[in-house]
């Protein structure tokens, strides 16, 4: 789209919003409680990561930009996580302040079974105090200076409101930056001020009055709360259909959305406005900035366990010739929140693994059959120190770098993690697979893991491969056929 992100780097970005922590307890259920009619959940494993505001920062920090912040929390424990997260992300938190009386915001999601059973939230929606108000304001000029633009994340917790926004927009328009604001609620009248409003279909529905079932009802909703809100920009995120802009005295602006599986549809709107903010921030459009934010978005909702967007991700997605690589290889130290999500939404997982130099027929046969197996196909490759071990001397033919591309360029798979020979049973613990395929080559008792996936509850499948090729005998093959023929001395 010619663009060039790595201006990211020099934006600093304000974000003022409702800071939470996403807090998920994963365990197992095998009783009903003798005291009510309810579960017992025997907890197994907890972890927490930044909710609402706290996400915005995470993508554009991921991004590379600097992050000023801007909100309100308890005198708590999670209160106290939340900005030890915060800093350790790099984040100016000078502006995160503590009300005594007020609850850190937290979200609790049990998931037993593989399935989410019970979702708590321990919240407040009481506007903030006027001291809290005072203080930031004070901190918002402070900083107005040194940021290239602000963003507003509202989730209606009582920080965003109509005094606060009045005071903000204010500030912005004396520093002449640039305000963004994600809204929430039906009184768009509050946002009067900010350059930029992205609410999502929905959202845009119940503000505007207007039931949105169609192109002209869109259109009509969007033109009416321009009016309304006062204010000159709009953007209405569509989904599956893309996003619409709309301009003060221009046409309605269409961003199609890029075909994609979707996974996980959280998170995406706060990836939406920041890389909004990012693109604006760095000299573009707004339709420019639509547009690539659009792109971002698809990317977060095709993957699981994460609602970031990598620079290179988004680079990749940017260029016509797209690494699929960047968006499919998985680190180990990724692997556990995408497992983790992936269990949470009751995903059946297949996991097959080997070397895979010199990709043939066989191997797109096992990888298909593998994917049908399931919804979701890991394939572990041997790194290339585990697959010289394994074949030989002049072995891999193909780099671990160039199997990962060719693999992840595959509809079949989903993720490639590298591992080596040692790692097996550290992935199928971290993985802990419905499903482990191999080829029917292979004899089921000696199928390396066999063991330890049935353990974690999985199965063994061997996978039919009627063609009998291995990339061995392709290698071998080749090399028999440069071996040329030595010329005979005839005999006197």
């Given amino acids: 789209m010619g663009f060039d992100i790595s201006k990211f780097e020099k934006c600093n970005i304000l974000v003022v919003g409702d800071l939470m922590v996403d807090e998920y307890l994963w365990g197992n259920v095998d009783r009903i ?5 309810v579960q017992i959940v025997s907890v197994k494993e907890e972890n927490s990561t930044l909710g609402g505001a706290g996400n915005v920062v995470n993508n554009l920090i991921a991004l590379g930009a600097k992050v000023s912040l801007a909100g309100v929390i308890g005198s708590d424990r999670y209160g106290h996580l939340l900005l030890a997260k915060l800093n350790e992300l790099g984040v100016n938190t000078d502006g995160v302040i503590e009300e005594p009386e007020r609850p850190t915001t937290r979200k609790t999601r049990i998931i037993a079974n593989n399935q989410q059973v019970l979702r708590i939230d321990r919240e407040t929606k009481k506007d903030i105090s006027q001291q809290t108000l005072d203080i930031i304001l004070n901190y918002i000029e402070s900083v107005m200076p040194e940021v290239d633009l602000v963003l507003i994340s509202d989730y209606g917790k009582g920080l965003i409101t109509t005094a606060l926004l009045s005071s903000l927009t204010s500030v912005v328009k004396k520093h002449k930056k640039i305000s963004i604001a994600d809204p929430k609620g039906r009184d768009f009248l509050k946002y009067s001020g900010v350059s930029l409003l992205t609410p999502n279909k929905k959202e845009a529905a119940i503000a505007s009055g207007i039931e949105i079932v169609d192109e002209s009802t869109l259109i009509k909703a969007g033109n009416r709360l321009l009016k309304a809100a006062k204010i000159n920009n709009l953007l209405i995120t569509c989904g599956k259909n893309g996003m619409v802009l709309f301009e003060h005295n221009k046409k ?4 199609s959305a890029q075909t994609r599986q979707v996974f996980d549809v959280s998170g995406a709107g706060d990836t939406v406005i920041a890389v ?3 693109v604006i921030a760095s000299g573009a459009s707004f339709a ?3 547009s690539i934010a659009n792109t971002a978005a698809g990317i977060v909702v095709s993957k699981v366990g994460t609602s970031t967007v990598s620079k290179n991700e988004l680079l990749s997605a940017l260029t016509p010739a797209c690494d699929y690589a960047l968006t499919k290889h998985m680190s180990f130290s990724e692997l556990p929140a995408v497992i983790q999500k992936l269990k949470a939404d009751n995903k059946k997982i297949v996991l097959t693994n080997g070397c895979f130099d010199l990709l043939h027929s066989g191997h797109i046969m096992l990888l298909s059959a593998s994917k049908k197996l399931g919804d979701v196909l890991f394939v572990a490759i041997d790194d290339d120190k ?11 033919i193909i780099s671990e770098k160039e199997r990962i591309s060719i693999l992840s360029a595959l509809d079949s798979v989903d993720y490639v993690v590298v591992f080596s020979s040692k790692q097996l049973n550290q992935i199928i613990e971290i993985i802990r697979p419905d499903i482990l395929t191999k080829g029917g080559n292979y004899i089921f008792e000696d199928v390396i893991g066999r063991e330890l996936v049935e353990r974690c509850g999985g199965r063994v499948v061997l996978v039919p491969v009627t063609k009998n090729i291995s990339s061995s005998s392709i290698i071998n093959n080749i090399r028999n056929c440069c071996i040329k023929p030595q010329k005979q001395t005839p005999t006197r």
Avoid: C, D, F, T
Avoid at 33 to 37: I, K, L, N
Avoid at 387 to 394: A, D, M, Q, T
């Fill in 276 to 278: 909004l903010g990012l």
């Fill in 252 to 255: 309605p602006y269409y961003i």
């Fill in 386 to 396: 585990s697959v010289s071990s394994l074949k030989g001397h002049g072995r891999p």
């Fill in 288 to 290: 420019k900035a639509a």
């Fill in 33 to 37: 409680s003798p005291e009510a009619p």
